[in-house]
Nanobody
């Protein structure tokens, strides 16, 4: 299974971006799906998660601004990011947990200028 993350870019503070994570196979059986991010010099941190039944969770810094979703018909997960802040600058990675293991996408850079 391959995951292709896209949608990153450069945006001004207060702007929005929508990240996508497309899987090369069906995500119907995915146990859970995650977005992580890693800023320079920092550890990778969990940003948002969505379960097979659609339950979502968010880290405190992004709660109320980010929305995770999945479209099983398109084998794609999304991260809608609104009211972006310079502190959101990082490489964003998608992670999908299947019964036979977890897979990582290659990462997409998000840069928020002040």
């Amino acid at each position: 299974v391959q995951l292709q993350a896209s949608g990153g870019g450069l945006v001004q503070a207060g702007g929005s971006l929508k990240l996508s994570c497309a899987a090369s196979r069906s995500i119907d059986s995915a146990i859970a799906m995650y977005w992580y991010r890693q800023a320079p010099g920092n550890q990778r941190e969990l940003v948002a998660s969505i379960t097979r039944i659609g339950s979502t969770a968010y880290s405190e810094p992004v709660k109320g601004r980010f929305t995770i979703s999945r479209d099983n018909a398109k084998n794609t997960m999304y991260l809608q990011m609104n009211n972006l802040k310079p502190g959101d600058t990082a490489v964003y990675y998608c992670n999908v947990v299947f019964k036979d293991g977890a897979r990582w996408g290659q990462g997409t850079q998000v840069t928020v200028s002040s």
